[in-house]
């Protein structure tokens, strides 16, 4: 039979992602194209020693049902922890724990937006968003991005054309797929107009802390003073582990409620074990010592793969330094076809996601593509850039 | 500031049951009001011994980011045992797990309505589900119910009342809060409805494994040769631990394929160390001594309920002696207000649900409440009920 799916539903497709994913599972390709943190970055032991001791101690908090709005230590821990190293105001804030960010955006899209309302997004963006943004029915606007962060005369010609601007959806550092990190100047300026324009900002930081080169920018949330402007998203899927399903959202109070009752009919709370670890693994341990040796394990994946690209690509790729992150955004000749570079090089054993899925628009030309070094080996790297190498060959 | 909440979400109220549920936190107050299950009846031995384990042999699958549709082995092991105790045909149907059973009630939900649609829901049902409907603009129709399940006259005129009916949703075995099984012979007449009239069927069976007394009856899924017109939802909550926060929906394949892309928006997939976890309590040790043991619990805790109910408050509340689940519906004459009586109990150091708490229009007079009787101990029992006998002098 056919079922009625719902018009917001339907509209949604499977992404391009998607379908190269699949080659992914192939243990002869060498993938690219993920977006997972590095499994031996996993302090195993740690986990194992607060799991054994939590189910020894109190079997009850990790499996009895619990607060929607989170396990209260783990928020409390986690709103000392924004406050004192992010700069992030509570007074008229609250924390609530989410399953991972992912949650964060669904809940604050259904809480903010009807169907046929707008979200503003980078162009490009992360496709977990858009595709949560689609699954409400809501438009989309993309706004063009630079070196230093979204263009803001994009920025005020994609609200001046949008139907109930509801809020822009920003990763404004090591932004995902493009590596970008908003200037301070451009955060500022960002807050300023979503003030004048009664517009709220959702801000996703969940590679904030994989900074391998530079100096820290503050949040835009830390730069809300009062807080009602920015909803902050935070994540312990690329810090610790994402398997955990463990994230948080920071909003003013009164929008804080409502996202709690959101959260409650959607899966009532967050798996308790889960955010206990996230707890303990914050207090027992110094998690900054934690925090600096994932960035050294990304600083050198990140150099291996530019020294790779550099080598054997030299001249034909551009790409965006990164200053931390997961990603690398490369860019190839106008004359090469993203799509079909793409699926010569997955034929050929290596799986790479073309920029264009990054768009609210799939269909429109994008001559980028985005490389993940965080995933594979050193040595997968080397191979994988090899046959990025021979496939531009290809098209000459 | 006041934030543009959406209308689907606007209109959603915290429910009286949260007033309530906030004294049952005061240690000095017994609460009939919850639904937890027993904590004494989680196999925490066992949940340790398999944590450790995994988290040795293979943390990365505990870990790492998996797939929407869930850990493919519990996937497995689900299959089995539902096609092989429950009679569930899987030759055109697909098994997800969800984060709990709230969650597929979620995603079908949004998968199946467009806002202003109706779904149908017994009256009374299940707080959680009524709100997750209503976050999605939903209209409820209620239907009636009676002793043996719902009533057919009542189903079909609030179908022929219904703008775009898209699914009934029923909890047939221990229903929630009224503890009616449904007979088999309803059973089968919902299902003849059903497909006549092009409407699908919603079953929630949270508490089956549950049983104290009687004869186990078919799902509704198990009558539904074909599958295409039930989609059926279990859970770990009841049997094993909810903080766990797993749960399954069995859908037909175009229809799961569907829930699979919701699943993904919504938050990527469910903890991976606790599909793992209930994976392995399947397959290392027999369920059904386990869910043997639950019964034996369950089975005490009512008679104790029940006992005390009958010795203090005799002739003067009336109840339906459950056959499983976790609740007891308790009905006092008319002339008692239930929201005056149950604010009385829990002033006195006892919280109830009032049974309107479970229409779809909580204005609806009830005479009716919900008594839970797996959380508190046998003295709290006993204790509260004498409570409740007091209370109820004080309207005399």
Redesign the interface.
Known sequence: ?????????ST?K?SVIREILKYSSDPNVISFA????A?ET?P?EK??AI??DI??KD??A?????LSEGYPALRTTLERWLAQDYGIDFSENTLLI???A??GI?LVT??????G?TVLVEKPTFI?AL??F??YGVQLAPVELEDDGLSLASLRSAWEGAHNP?FLYIIPTFQNPSGVVTSLQKRQAILDFARAHDL?ILEDNPYGDLRIDGEPVPTIKSLDRGG?RVIYLGSF?KIL?????VGFVVA?D??AS?LA??K???????????QIICNEFLTRWDVNEHIARLQATYRKKAQTMCEAIDRYLGGKVTYRKPQGGLFLWCTLPDEIDMLDFCERCVKAGLALVPGSAFYTDESQPCHSFRVNYSTPSDEEIVKGVQIMAEIVKTFA
């Open positions: 039979m056919s079922y009625p799916i719902s018009h917001k539903m949604l499977p993920a977006g997972n943190p499994s996993f195993v986990i194992a799991t054994a189910l020894q079997p009850t990790a499996l009895q049902y619990s989410t399953s991972g992912q949650q669904d259904k809480c903010l937006c009807d169907e309302d977990g595709n949560t689609r699954s509801r709220l009602d899927s582990a994402p398997a955990l399903r003013r009164e929008l409502k009752v959101a409650q009919t959607t899966d009532v709370h967050s798996n308790s074990l889960a």
